[in-house]
């Protein structure tokens, strides 16, 4: 797999064809499929549960599926994706009561567990919850709807969050949420994202002369990708070789 994974959210495809859709946004070169499960209770809004994961399984995609989880409370809905066939699970803290039994829960069901930080939530948690962490999600617009725009302070939250995980020397991926698109991915990149998600900006993009519809898209974002500068490239120390 790349080392940058573009993570389409489906909330901006076609529902009405949404097997065609992550067929071929992926065979345009995604990497992972990005899943917004909304409750119309955490979040005002309603979307997709677990017989819709299941379903794009059955309809042939092996990629990663990345389930986020815009529900409270949580745990009841956890078995049942880890069944549906979600690789990623990932949660708001401030909707478990108990984060620590919700981030076991998910590894015990076979998938692996994310925390998801709304723009205003603090990074506290992560104090006693990095060991059982397999992503960290950042959201840079308020969950619920897509098509909104990026919060800039959000990058001053990655930069930290990066940091954080670089210390630890853990595998966690760093993974941002909304208004993501070819205008910004480069920068939220250079600061230590390497998951991102993007709604509108790609299925909004689709394209009839593309083979696959995406192509074009994916590739822009791809394009973008390889010109971000690592961040000992951006503090001057470091002025030659290649990165990706
Ligand atoms: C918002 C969702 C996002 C959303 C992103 O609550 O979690 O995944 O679909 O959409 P865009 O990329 O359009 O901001
Ligand atoms: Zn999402």
């Known amino acids: 797999m790349n080392q940058n994974w573009i993570a389409p959210s489906i909330l901006s495809a076609d529902f009405a064809r949404l097997g065609e859709e992550v067929v071929n946004v992926l065979t345009s070169g995604a990497d992972v499929v990005h899943f917004d499960v909304m409750d119309n209770h955490y979040v005002p809004n309603l979307t997709i549960g677990p017989l819709v994961c299941e ?3 059955k309809h042939g995609v092996t990629a990663p599926i990345d389930v986020h989880l815009m529900v409270k ?5 956890i078995p049942d994706f880890a069944k549906a066939g979600a690789s990623y699970i990932t949660f708001h803290p401030e909707a478990s009561e108990h984060v620590d039994r919700t981030l076991g829960l998910i590894r015990d069901s076979g998938c692996k567990a994310g925390l998801v930080f709304n723009p205003a939530t603090p990074l506290d948690v992560l104090e006693y919850t990095l060991e059982k962490v397999d992503m960290i999600l950042l959201m840079s617009v308020n969950p619920g709807f897509g098509g909104q725009k990026f ?5 001053e939250k990655a930069r930290k969050v990066s940091q954080i995980i670089k210390a630890s020397g853990r595998d966690i991926r760093l993974e941002i949420d909304g208004g993501v698109g070819p205008g910004n991915i480069r920068e939220i990149a250079e600061a230590g994202v390497d998951t991102f998600v993007a709604g509108s900006a790609v299925f909004g993009a689709a394209k009839t002369s593309d083979p696959n519809h995406y192509d074009s898209i994916i590739k822009a974002l791809r394009d973008e990708l390889a010109q971000a500068k690592s ?7 470091c002025c030659h070789g290649s990165h990706d």
Not at 151 to 155: H, K, N, Q, R, T
Not at 231 to 236: A, C, L
Request: aromatic share 4%.
């Open 151 to 155: 919060i800039p302070y959000v990058l």
């Open 55 to 57: 379903a794009l399984r």
């Open 73 to 77: 409370p949580v745990d009841r809905i």
């Open 231 to 237: 961040p000992q490239q951006k503090s001057g120390s």
